[in-house]
């Protein structure tokens, strides 16, 4: 596909369990962000990755959270021991390089998290 | 600490009617701000960007103004349209850093 792709789509999990959350950024795309929309709140930033350097994890709002990415393009953000205030909205977005990084990012349609 | 504030979660406009959408901004150092608009469960899309260096950019029927003394920015919709039914997101960035900081979004509903 032409755009970025995440799955799933919706995750239903128990408070404690792990989560696993894939974002598959545009083809060629050198940074990938993540963040968070919680009820009724802006998009929180989590996470920056561009090209091979070290990401900007200065979003992550606990220890819990945790992202890779391999190879430069698909990008995992993994929650361990989930609590229900991780409930949210996550998006993923992309974009070209560091010199488009102050124009548009391209963001995918999000994986809506539930915690029970 | 909210740094862009977007007051009026919804807004409801007549189809043909300009639609105003407001955004005011705390942090002096931001001199980068976009619009983005968003449907139900698809990601955010980009509609419009202006750099602290003007006071306006149009693009089409969206007009973006800054008052950087206000610090405050604003969007403008002319004519509105139905399919302009959606969240509308502001943010801005410092110093061209890839970190940008959203607002809470506002509602917009084009009345046919």
């Known amino acids: 596909g032409a755009g970025v792709s995440q799955s799933p789509s919706n995750k239903v999990t128990e408070k404690g369990k792990d989560v696993e959350l894939r974002c598959d950024p545009i083809s060629g795309h050198t940074a990938l962000y993540w963040y968070r929309q919680s009820l009724g709140q802006g998009l929180e930033f989590l996470i920056y990755f561009q090209g091979n350097s070290a990401p900007d994890k200065s979003g992550l709002p606990s220890d819990r959270f945790s992202a890779e990415r391999t190879g430069g393009s698909v990008s995992t953000l993994t929650i361990q021991r989930t609590q229900q205030e991780d409930s949210a909205v996550y998006l993923c977005?992309?974009?070209?390089?560091?010199?488009?990084?102050?124009?548009?990012?391209?963001f995918g349609p999000g994986t809506r998290l539930t915690v029970l | 600490d909210q740094q862009v504030k977007q007051n009026s979660p919804s807004l409801s406009v007549q189809e043909g009617r300009i639609s105003i959408l407001n955004c005011d901004y705390t942090?002096?150092?931001?001199?980068?701000f976009l619009w983005y608009k968003k449907y139900p469960a698809e990601g955010p899309t980009f509609l419009i960007s202006?750099?602290?260096?003007?006071d306006k950019n149009e693009d089409g029927r969206f007009t973006v103004f800054l008052n950087k003394s206000a610090k405050h920015l604003s969007l403008h919709i002319v004519p509105s349209q139905p399919g302009d039914s959606a969240v509308y997101f502001c943010a801005a960035s410092a110093g061209g850093t890839y970190k940008y900081i959203f607002g809470t979004g506002t509602r917009l509903k084009v009345l046919a």
């Open positions: 942090n002096s150092m931001f001199d980068y």
């Open positions: 977005a992309s974009s070209p390089s560091v010199g488009w990084s102050r124009n548009e990012q391209f």
């Open positions: 202006i750099s602290s260096i003007k």
